[in-house]
């Protein structure tokens, strides 16, 4: 019988270090770190803290940011950056890579310029890709019961 691993604890992952999730990649700065939160086969999310404060990120390998008018059209990092939008928790900011891969980034207040500028720093991979120079990151692991 194939069973989901059991939900791991919060970790903290602390830079420097490229950190890869399911679909982002980032250079953690030595006063970054992300702490993990929940994952499934094709997402998860973290929080991401640096001087700037932090973000709630998820972050899947194969979905798209949505059809919300673009802020900028490509980010230094390569991916569309969708304009900031309220929901119901705060405040929300997409990233797509224009093929599978998305991240979204929530915050409680609008995002700063300096959380701006560290989303710009995040790179995507798409389901397939392998990333390179990975120091830190997250993966789901499936657990077989005999």
Not at 27 to 47: C, K, M, N, P, Y
Not at 57 to 63: G, K, N, P, T, Y
Request: negative net charge.
């Amino acid at each position: 019988m194939l069973a989901a691993g059991d939900p791991a604890a919060a970790h903290a992952l602390h830079g420097p270090g490229r950190f890869c999730g399911y679909s982002t990649v980032i250079d953690l700065r030595a006063d970054e770190r992300v702490v993990t939160l929940e994952g499934s086969i094709h997402s998860g999310s973290f929080r991401w803290e640096g001087p700037w404060g932090h973000m709630t990120v998820r972050d899947s390998e194969i979905a798209s940011p949505g059809h919300r008018k673009v802020a900028v059209e490509r980010t230094p990092g390569g991916a569309i950056r969708l304009a900031e939008r309220r929901d119901g928790n705060g405040y929300v900011v997409a990233i797509g890579n224009g093929r599978s891969a998305a991240a979204w980034f929530s915050n409680d207040t609008r995002f700063t310029a300096a959380q701006l500028a560290a989303i710009d720093r995040v790179t995507l991979f798409a389901d397939g890709q392998q990333p390179e120079r990975c120091d830190l990151r997250t993966v789901f692991v499936w657990e077989v019961e005999e």
